[in-house]
């Protein structure tokens, strides 16, 4: 098992639409969680970081953690071209260095 | 966040040869982290410099084939030593942020070998 998961997709969405990305992780002792954006031939961008469970809003993202089901998830409203990239999610397992362990990585691509 | 630049940008080589890639941060940092990301893959850490010490490298790769120095806090450099085709990737190099707990990326090396 993979330390962290996530569905390579493509995920398809039109414009407008919810894009909804999942991550599970598998270290119950993990700390902290980040959602980072990478345009293809670009370096990753962080989007989101979550550090504790429930909801965290940022414009039209949304992180969501719920850590007894070891899952981060990102939601992106009213999805825009644009937001075509991959989108990796990190965790940081709490070593007190700023180690991270990345998912594969999921592709989202909204069409006009 | 931290401004990170790392050169060169982009490099096509010659097999059996080497190349340095330099990366400089605008503030003092203390982790500094080596990724390599191989076409249509995730990121793979190569290694985490630490200033003052040696590197500490991931299963997999080894000192003689990516020597990695740190003489300060606002710069590391990565070789890629003795060059094969297989090493054709994207290098980046990160640098941590303990009030964050997290990392920020430079822009990346793409790397080409012939």
């Known amino acids: 098992q993979k330390e962290v998961e996530q569905n390579s997709g493509p995920l398809s969405v039109p414009e407008g639409a919810i894009a909804s990305l999942n991550c599970t992780y598998s270290?119950?002792?993990?700390?902290?969680f980040f959602w980072y954006r990478q345009y293809s031939g670009k370096s990753p961008e962080l989007i989101m970081s979550?550090?504790?469970?429930g909801d965290k809003e940022d414009g039209r993202f949304t992180a969501q953690l719920n850590k007894a089901s070891q899952y981060v998830s990102l939601l992106i409203r009213d999805s825009q071209p644009s937001d075509s990239a991959t989108y990796l999610c990190a965790v940081n397992r709490g070593t007190g260095f700023q180690k991270l362990v990345f998912g594969t990585g999921t592709r989202l691509l909204v069409s006009p | 966040s931290a401004v990170i630049s790392q050169k060169p940008s982009r490099d096509i080589c010659q097999r059996g040869t080497s190349l340095t890639i330099q990366c400089q941060v605008d503030?003092?940092?203390?982790?500094m982290f080596w990724y390599r990301q191989q076409p249509g893959q995730s990121l793979t850490l190569i290694a985490t410099a630490n200033q003052g010490s040696e590197a500490t490298y991931e299963s997999g790769f080894v000192i003689d084939k990516f020597p990695i120095s740190r003489p300060n806090l606002t710069f590391s450099t990565l070789t890629v030593s003795n060059m094969s085709p297989e090493d054709s990737s994207i290098y980046l190099c990160?640098?941590?942020?303990?009030?964050?707990?997290?990392?920020?990326f430079g822009p990346g090396t793409r790397l080409t070998v012939l």
């Open positions: 503030s003092q940092v203390t982790m």
């Open positions: 979550i550090y504790s469970n």
């Open positions: 270290d119950r002792g993990s700390q902290s």
């Open positions: 990160s640098v941590g942020d303990p009030a964050a707990d997290t990392q920020y």
